[in-house]
C-alpha cells in the first residue's frame, strides 16, 4: 500500500480517507475506477467560453428556424430575456443554488413559476447539446420544483360581472371575451384561432387539429347572443387572428385594475 500511494505522493491515511469518502458517494452503483472512467470521458473536451446572453440569444434565433410555433417563441423570448439580463456572465459560472434563488425570488405566481422552471430545463439542456455545457449536467436537479395545480375554487363571471368586463374591454379585446364567454372555448385556443374558421352563416366555430389543445378538430356551436356579437366584430375580409395581443395577459390584468 505504502508503494502504491507513493507513486502519486500521497500520504497513506489521506489515500485512505479519500477512498472511503467515494466509495460512500457511489454508495453501491459502480466502483471508483467507474466513476473517474466517466469523470473523465466527460470532462475531458475543452468547454467554450460563452457568456448567457449569447447563448440566450443563439437558442432562440435557432428555435425561431426551427419552426417553432408563435406562442412558444414567445415564451422562451419572456423568460429568457429576463433571465439574461438577471445574469451578465459566463454559462459556466452559474450553480444550481443559482437558478434557484432566482426563481424564488421572482415576483410570480406558483404556476409562472413553473413555467419559468420549465423554459430554463429547456435552455440548459439546449445548451449541452451545443457542447456549451458538460454531458450529463442537470442544472436544474437540484431546484425546487413547483406545482401546476390550481387550489383555488373556479368562478363563473355573473351577467352584471361580465357586461362590466365587456364594458371595459378594449374593441380589440371583445372577439376574445365574447367567444369565450358565450363559446367556452379555452383561451388558449381563442388566441390560436382566425376568423376564416367562424362560419356565422351555418353558425358554428371549427377549431382544428392545430388550434385545438388536444389535437382533434371540433365543432363549437354560436349561439345567438354570441352570433348577435360576432356579426359587429367579424373583419370585412373575415381573416386574420381572432385574437391581436401577443401578451394576452397584460391585457387581462388591466382590466382587472
Known sequence: ATEAVAKVQVPIDTACRE?????????????????????????????????????????????ERDGKSTERMHQLETYLTRFKEAFSCNLRDIESRHVADYIIALPLMTRTKKNCRDILKSFFQWCVLRGYLPKGED?????????????????????????????????????????????????????????????LADGFIEVRGATSKTGVRRLVPIKANLKAWLTKLQPANQSGPVCKYKNLANEIFELST
Open 19 to 63: 477512498f472511503a469518502s467515494a466509495i460512500t458517494l457511489l454508495g453501491g452503483k459502480g466502483t471508483l475506477a467507474d466513476a473517474v472512467h466517466f469523470y473523465v470521458k466527460s470532462h475531458t473536451k475543452q468547454l467554450p467560453t460563452i457568456s448567457v446572453a449569447k447563448a440566450v440569444d443563439e437558442m432562440l434565433l435557432h428555435s
Open 139 to 199: 442544472m436544474m436537479e437540484n431546484v425546487q420544483r413547483y406545482s401546476s395545480r390550481n387550489t383555488n375554487e373556479i368562478e363563473i363571471f355573473t351577467p352584471d360581472e361580465l357586461t362590466k368586463l365587456i364594458a371595459a374591454a378594449k374593441a380589440e379585446m371583445l372577439p376574445y371575451i365574447v367567444i369565450q364567454a358565450f363559446a367556452g372555448i379555452r383561451g388558449k385556443e381563442i388566441q390560436r384561432l382566425d376568423w376564416t374558421a367562424i362560419d
